[in-house]
């Protein structure tokens, strides 16, 4: 499974989803800074990615545009911190792997995970 990290998770997220199998970049590392995040879902589409975000406006772009993709995996914790969400993540992204892949928005915090298919407006 490949991984997108958003810019507003630490790059330090990247070795730990690659030590644990997973495909992951940093936005940093692929687009610009202050890319708008239709730009960051168009890399993500292109490249057959998963989002993982801290960002609260992915479920909402997703909703309004109708999109089948890309899936997204969103954390709503106060702390996202690989060292605190590191092994919760890992856990929900291969539970939730099928939906993924075949296009979902994840929301999780620290308890609760819940599943949506995309689109949204189904």
Avoid: C, Y
């Avoid at 589409?45 to 609260?56: G, W």
């Avoid at 106060?78 to 919760?88: K, M």
């Amino acid at each position: 499974m490949k991984i997108l990290l958003d810019m507003n998770l630490s790059p330090a997220w990247v070795p730990l989803l690659v030590e644990a199998g997973f495909d992951a970049v940093h936005w940093i590392d692929v687009g610009a800074v202050d890319a708008l995040d239709t730009e960051l879902f168009g890399w993500a589409r292109s490249q057959n990615a998963i989002v993982f975000t801290h960002d609260l406006d992915f479920g909402t772009l997703l909703a309004l545009t109708n999109a089948e993709s890309p899936s997204v995996f969103q954390i709503r914790t106060h702390d996202v911190s690989p060292n605190v969400l590191g092994l919760r993540a890992i856990v929900l992204l291969r539970r939730f792997e099928r939906e993924l892949s075949d296009g979902a928005l994840i929301v999780a915090d620290e308890l609760r995970e819940r599943v949506r298919l995309l689109p949204l407006a189904r």
